[in-house]
């Protein structure tokens, strides 16, 4: 999503990451909410439906919307082949994205809770795939993640980083960054301001990223000072200082 973001951008390899804890730990009601909702422009969070997880369980309706729009806190990445307690990435997908995208989420929660390990997690999603279970969008349509900040792999290195890096999620399954002629650089920032692909899990899961702007981002972090206070208080793996853990 380049929550993840990044969590793979196409062609590129993506180092194991460090193994942590595998039993979740729940975030408290109200503060996992506003990190869910931030993840959408603050004109739409009103309107838009929420998921909060339930580590023992799953995720579970927190609130409907009217809007379309459904939002969470990802804590299982499937495509990574690790379960760990320290991943947190705020996203929302539009009425398409939440029909297909957005269930393969829920269902991974699902699947964690009930058990299932990381390399059984990652096989069982890429069945689904395969048989036709999950399918990709049949419309255009995008993912919000316009958060303040997240925690999940990224650039430079694509290990993980507790980061802030407001962006926009395109549906483009199929599409490769050879297609759109994109060369991004991790090492280089200026190579991400302008369109690329990121290859979550399968060509099923690729989109187009769209970092928003310098002076787009500064207003985010500007506005959502209180909630990154609050994220750092909650814990310290969410403080922004702390690039790498």
Same mark, same amino acid.
């Given at each position: 999503?380049?929550?993840?973001?990044?969590?793979?951008?196409?062609?590129?390899?993506? %180092?194991?990451?460090?193994?942590?804890?595998?039993?979740?730990?729940?975030?408290?009601?109200?503060?996992?909410?506003?990190?869910?909702?931030?993840?959408?422009?603050?004109?739409?969070?009103?309107?838009?439906?929420?998921?909060?997880?339930?580590?023992?369980?799953?995720?579970?309706?927190?609130?409907?919307?009217?809007?379309?729009?459904?939002?969470?806190?990802?804590?299982?990445?499937?495509?990574?082949?690790? *379960?760990?307690?320290?991943?947190?990435?705020?996203?929302?997908?539009?009425?398409?994205?939440?029909?297909?995208?957005?269930?393969?989420?829920?269902?991974?929660?699902?699947?964690?809770?009930?058990?299932?390990?990381?390399?059984?997690?990652?096989?069982?999603?890429?069945?689904?795939?395969?048989?036709?279970?999950?399918?990709?969008?049949?419309?255009?349509? *995008?993912?919000?993640?316009?958060?303040?900040?997240?925690?999940?792999?990224?650039?430079?290195?694509?290990?993980?980083?507790?980061?802030?890096?407001?962006?926009?999620?395109?549906?483009?399954?199929?599409?490769?960054?050879?297609?759109?002629?994109?060369?991004?650089?991790?090492?280089?920032?200026? %190579?991400?301001?302008?369109?690329?692909?990121?290859?979550?899990?399968?060509?099923?899961? %690729?989109?187009?990223?769209?970092?928003?702007?310098?002076?787009?981002?500064?207003?985010?972090?500007?506005?959502?000072?209180?909630?990154?206070?609050?994220?750092?208080?909650?814990?310290?793996?969410?403080?922004?200082?702390?690039?790498?853990?």
């Amino acid at each position: 999503m380049l929550a993840v973001i990044l969590a793979s951008v196409a062609s590129l390899a993506v %180092s194991p990451i460090r193994a942590a804890a595998t039993t979740l730990e729940p975030m408290p009601a109200p503060l996992e909410t506003r990190f869910a909702l931030a993840a959408v422009p603050p004109a739409l969070r009103d309107q838009a439906t929420v998921y909060l997880l339930d580590p023992g369980k799953g995720y579970h309706l927190s609130r409907q919307g009217t809007n379309g729009i459904a939002c969470l806190v990802e804590r299982t990445v499937w495509e990574w082949a690790d *379960l760990r307690d320290d991943v947190y990435v705020p996203l929302c997908y539009d009425t398409a994205g939440a029909k297909t995208y957005l269930k393969v989420i829920i269902d991974a929660a699902a699947l964690r809770a009930q058990g299932m390990d990381a390399a059984a997690l990652k096989a069982e999603v890429e069945k689904r795939y395969k048989n036709g279970t999950y399918k990709p969008p049949t419309k255009p349509g *995008l993912s919000y993640m316009v958060a303040p900040l997240m925690r999940a792999l990224g650039p430079p290195d694509m290990r993980l980083h507790t980061m802030a890096m407001p962006h926009l999620m395109f549906y483009a399954p199929g599409v490769s960054n050879e297609d759109i002629g994109a060369k991004p650089n991790l090492a280089d920032h200026a %190579s991400l301001a302008y369109p690329f692909i990121d290859k979550q899990g399968n060509a099923e899961q %690729s989109y187009f990223i769209q970092l928003v702007g310098e002076t787009e981002k500064a207003k985010i972090l500007a506005d959502e000072k209180s909630l990154i206070d609050d994220l750092c208080a909650y814990r310290n793996v969410l403080c922004l200082a702390h690039e790498k853990h």
